[in-house]
């Protein structure tokens, strides 16, 4: 009983609790106007809040009325530094957010300089009209007939192939027809030209076999031009590149064929004998 006398003794009267002390002013480097406001709210609410008690003297600590008010003065020191930090790491935040608000502009900036090459490209056309007609001509004409032309297997007309024959000593006719086809209808009798057909049947499927065959009646497809003859256009073409690629100088598959509207025989006939069906 003595002892909570004691203590209640030496807590402070209700008329002086009510009364307004003020507070002291901290200021810190980082936040000083904000300090202060802080403070200011804090000493109107000291009118009717009953925990905030600090003391006007601190260099009375040995009293014994201070030994009750200390921790009350850490706790509020506790929350000032909650504050202090929680308001430092919202400062922190602002730059990220800055950040994030910066790259959609950076995007929409990026669209706008594509559209302005856009434009200026379209500009270029409409004032250089023939400069940019003439640059689609030689790539869309030009070009891919120069190609054609300096391409090494190729069709060509049966006049383009007897004059390579006629012209060229290293130049050979090659027959790529079936016996059926061969019995119906013979190959060119070169002996004007002082050459031979060569007969070697294609067989899709047998493209390995058939350039064995091929390679057997040339020493030296190297340098030889070979002119491939067939019913019609049929697999002439297809053999002309399979030889190129196998080693042959050049090779033509001849437009037409033998039999076609605008083949050997039509042209040809009265020049190089083609002989007739036989017959039994």
């Keep these: 009983m003595e002892i909570s006398s004691l203590g209640l003794s030496s807590l402070p009267s209700i008329h002086n609790h009510l009364k307004p002390r003020f507070l002291p002013q901290i200021k810190t480097a980082a936040f000083p106007e904000t300090m202060k406001t802080h403070f200011c709210i804090v000493s109107k609410f000291h009118?009717?809040?009953?925990?905030f008690k600090i003391l006007p003297n601190p260099t009375s600590l040995n009293s014994q009325k201070n030994k009750f008010l200390v921790p009350k003065d850490a706790y509020f020191?506790?929350?000032?530094?909650?504050?202090?930090?929680?308001?430092?790491?919202?400062?922190?935040?602002?730059?990220?957010?800055?950040?994030?608000?910066i790259t959609p502009t950076e995007q929409i900036s990026n669209k706008i300089d594509l559209e302005a090459i856009l434009v200026s490209i379209d500009d270029f056309f409409n004032r250089n009209p023939f400069f940019v007609s003439g640059v689609t001509f030689i790539w869309l004409v030009v070009i891919p007939l120069t190609q054609e032309y300096l391409r090494k297997y190729k069709f060509i007309s049966a006049v383009d192939a007897f004059q390579k024959l006629r012209n060229d000593p290293n130049s050979q006719l090659l027959d790529i027809?079936?016996?059926?086809?061969?019995?119906?209808?013979?190959?060119?009798?070169?002996?004007?030209?002082?050459?031979?057909?060569?007969?070697?049947?294609?067989?899709?499927?047998?493209?390995?076999?058939?350039?064995?065959?091929?390679?057997?009646?040339f020493k030296d497809p190297g340098n030889t031009t070979i002119c491939i003859l067939d019913n019609f256009d049929g697999n002439s073409m297809?053999?002309?590149?399979?030889?190129?690629?196998?080693?042959?100088?050049?090779?033509?598959?001849?437009r037409g064929g033998l039999r076609g509207k605008k083949g050997w025989q039509v042209f040809l006939s009265s020049l190089l004998y083609v002989y007739n069906v036989r017959k039994g």
């Design 238 to 254: 297809e053999v002309a590149e399979l030889l190129f690629k196998n080693g042959f100088k050049e090779a033509y598959a001849i």
């Design 47 to 51: 009118k009717s809040a009953s925990f």
């Design 177 to 217: 027809r079936d016996k059926k086809s061969l019995l119906y209808l013979g190959s060119p009798n070169l002996k004007i030209l002082n050459k031979k057909t060569i007969q070697v049947q294609f067989l899709e499927g047998d493209q390995e076999g058939f350039v064995k065959n091929v390679l057997k009646n």
């Design 77 to 101: 020191t506790q929350k000032l530094k909650l504050s202090v930090a929680i308001i430092a790491a919202l400062y922190a935040q602002l730059p990220c957010i800055a950040t994030e608000i």
